[in-house]
């Protein structure tokens, strides 16, 4: 029998064909979870912070939880599940390099993608690792304003050699705000609020910029804050290489370090910016109480835009 070269194309196409269908027929249906991305501590999109968020994960394991924030490549991926107390939810906090108990621009990012199904909600409740989050939900003319009550601060250890601190820094002692002592201070994460002298020594920083790996251990700190201004408070956050654009959980601590050494009055409220050195201007809204010596009532607000709907398959 003789076969023409199309005839044994046709056949071969058709075979293909049909294997393919068998294995799509014998493949599990792909799963979709719905995601919402928002930009957190400003009114623009394209600004602040990135936030990706999942509204229903309670089927996502905690390995797939991690793929997904490494897949995103965001600095937080959140994901929601149902409430394990008497809270609104359980959020869990996920970076790149693991699950998190607190962070502060996910935590109101999260509870802006929850108020648009609870329409009439004044606060939420978020059950974090770190504890339950009290979230405030007030409609304002710039958009819907959230503030967050976080953790009452703990004051570790202070880096009290100011030629060291700025050696590390590639700075001058001059340029270190001496009248305060660098310390490190958790709300639920811990920070080393590093004061300076004005917003040209922040423009000097970069991520060459970081304390030994033995002053990280010694302090018990991973990234370090640093903050300047007399006004408005202007603050970079620097973590290796990378650079915070607005960080909600060292905003509590800087607000915490200010109103217990006396640069902020308690129970009034400042702003931070944050972010100008990335090109993603961001501005977070800080207070704290004192009390008898004790910081507490710490509170930390700004607003939320949605950029980005989407669905992901696994």
């Known amino acids: 029998m ?9 056949l071969a196409g058709a075979a293909a064909l049909a294997g393919a269908s068998r294995a799509k027929a014998q493949r599990t249906p792909a799963k979709s979870f719905d995601f919402v991305q928002v930009d957190v501590f400003t009114t623009n999109p394209l600004e602040g912070n990135p936030l990706c968020v999942f509204p229903q994960a309670q089927n996502l394991s905690d390995d797939q939880m991690m793929a997904i924030t490494r897949e995103l490549n965001h600095s937080e991926t959140t994901f929601i599940q149902p409430s394990a107390g008497k809270g609104d939810a359980v959020v869990r906090i996920f970076t790149l390099r693991g699950e998190v108990p607190f962070a502060g621009h996910p935590t109101l990012g999260t509870a802006f993608v929850m108020a648009q ?3 009439g909600k004044t606060s939420l409740l978020l059950e974090e690792k770190v504890g339950p989050i009290p979230v405030t939900l007030a409609k304002r003319d710039n958009g819907l304003y959230l503030e967050m009550k976080q953790n009452d601060p703990t004051f570790g250890p202070k880096y009290d050699d100011s030629e060291a601190l700025a050696k590390a820094l590639g700075l001058t002692v001059d340029e270190l705000d001496r009248r ?5 201070v958790s709300t639920g994460s811990p920070f080393l609020i590093v004061p300076l002298k004005s917003a040209r ?7 060459e910029s ?6 990280r251990q010694r ?13 408005d408070i202007e603050a970079r956050l620097l973590n290796g290489a990378s650079e915070d654009p ?4 060292a905003a509590g601590c800087a607000a915490s370090f200010m109103v217990q050494y006396g640069n902020r009055k308690p129970d009034t409220q400042f702003t931070i910016h944050q ?7 961001s501005m977070i809204y800080a207070s704290a109480s004192l009390q008898d010596g004790r910081v507490s009532n710490v509170r930390v607000g700004g607003y939320v835009v949605e950029v980005m709907r989407g669905k992901l398959e696994l």
């Open 210 to 215: 970081r304390l030994s790996p033995s002053d």
């Open 117 to 119: 199904t609870r329409p």
């Open 2 to 10: 003789h076969w023409n070269r199309r005839k044994l194309f046709q």
């Open 219 to 231: 302090l018990g700190a991973g990234p370090y804050y640093l903050v300047t201004g007399e006004d």
């Open 246 to 249: 607005a960080t909600g959980s």
């Open 180 to 184: 305060y002592t660098a310390q490190v």
């Open 275 to 281: 972010g100008r050195f990335v090109k993603r201007p």
């Open 201 to 207: 020594t922040l423009e000097r920083l970069t991520p």
